[in-house]
């Protein structure tokens, strides 16, 4: 029973302190009557709240407010760039990491080749690369935490890798063996709905609580925010729409089915089309030799026929896979990222008329598709999960425990 207490008071510090930092982050400067007003909490709890986040650096007193009769208030603003978090993008063959202050801003980046190996071996060679990276770009620094994001399925909320497409990490509990190594809080997510995460706080869809991203790549992706939250189902990824089933005499697709949207739309099954094209005879300023998604998106700009034909016919599937996502979520947003965001004039129409004429009129509200605004950024979705983790509590309260 005792332990059940105290399970809940702590609980209750952390979504009362939550409370607080997220309205002086969404809408500072504020005062704290007015904090007082809008979370309803007693102004004691808010003013011994404040007083914490001020004792730790997170939040700051500002000038003076209007006075509007008796004390004057007193304004804050939340605190960014002394913060750090390192970013780590653990993608196919490939390790990215970034150091960012809580702002966005960048210390350091790094690219290296990272092969797969036997599970203990490659969390070695993480812990190590990361430690390196932090040694290197942020000695004196005070980093909060790390974020590790990926292709494939995770389970956030446990901390764990369910499936990634190129390493055997199925299982490993990621985050809390990279946090006791690294003496840090980590967090763990899908790079799709990272991104969406990020495009909500910093990008795109920042002006919009309900939004949609799809990101073709090797596969195609969504990350669905609704209300201000990414959508997962007990804490684990959902919004596979690269699996939704739309030709049943269609190829085989990785996952085993035949016939999924990726087969059709992914940048490998555009170059497989286009390929086949070639070896059939079309005519084309394409050669095998100098085929890529790149130049596929450059050549149909420039009026290539086989070009053309396969991005369009690409536009069409994703638009009616769109529509379908339109009719579900009602979303104010629909962002697209990836390479075909390089033949916009071309892909976009196309897809805007699919959603158009086959979503309900009141769902699509006649926005258009629009591009996202971290197409080149592939860390950035670590910054969105460190910020996720202090406007609910996580990692808030973890620098709150901490002593000053």
Request: with cysteine.
């Amino acid at each position: 029973m005792t332990h059940g207490k105290i399970a809940n008071v702590d609980l209750v510090k952390q979504v009362n302190s939550a409370a607080v930092y997220r309205l002086i982050d969404h809408a500072g400067p504020i005062s704290r009557v007015r904090i007082a007003e809008l979370s309803h909490l007693a102004p004691a709890s808010v003013t011994k709240i404040t007083r914490a986040l001020l004792e730790h650096g997170l939040i700051q007193e500002l000038a003076h407010q209007a006075s509007t009769g008796g004390r004057r208030a007193i304004s804050l603003a939340t605190v960014t760039q002394p913060f750090y978090l390192i970013s780590v993008k653990l993608g196919r063959e490939e390790l990215r990491l970034t150091l960012y202050n809580l702002a966005g801003d960048e210390f350091g980046r790094r690219l290296l080749p990272f092969p797969s190996r036997e599970a203990a071996n490659l969390l070695a060679a993480l812990h190590r690369h990361i430690d390196d990276f932090m040694q290197a770009f942020g000695s004196g620094k005070q980093i909060i935490a790390v974020a590790v994001i990926m292709p494939g399925l995770t389970d956030a909320q446990h901390g764990q890798v369910v499936y990634h497409p190129s390493y055997p990490l199925a299982g490993v509990p990621l985050a809390a063996q990279l946090g006791h190594q690294l003496k840090l809080p980590v967090f763990i997510g899908n790079d799709t709905r990272a991104q969406a995460l990020a495009e909500h706080y910093f990008g795109a869809s920042a002006d919009c609580l309900d939004s949609v991203l799809i990101r073709v790549h090797h596969g195609v992706g969504a990350g669905i925010i609704t209300e201000g939250r990414i959508f997962k189902s007990q804490g684990r990824d959902v919004a596979e729409i690269g699996h939704i089933h739309v030709d049943p005499l269609g190829e085989r697709c990785d996952c085993g089915n035949v016939g999924c949207l990726e087969t059709m739309v992914a940048d490998k099954a555009l170059l497989r089309q286009a390929g086949r094209m070639l070896a059939q005879g079309y005519r084309s300023t394409l050669t095998t030799e100098t085929l890529s998604i790149h130049a596929l998106c450059r050549a149909a700009a420039e009026g290539d026929h086989l070009a053309l034909t396969i991005l369009r016919r690409a536009a069409e599937r994703l638009g009616q896979a769109l529509a379908i996502v339109v009719n579900l979520f009602n979303p104010q947003r629909v962002l697209l990222s990836g390479a075909l965001c390089e033949a916009e004039d071309i892909v976009f129409p196309i897809i805007n008329q699919a959603i158009s004429h086959q979503s309900l009129p009141g769902f699509h509200q006649g926005q258009p598709v629009m591009r996202a605004r971290f197409q080149h950024d592939q860390t950035i979705g670590g910054l969105a999960l460190v910020k996720r983790a202090l406007l609910e509590g996580e990692l808030l309260q973890r620098i709150l425990e901490k002593k000053s």
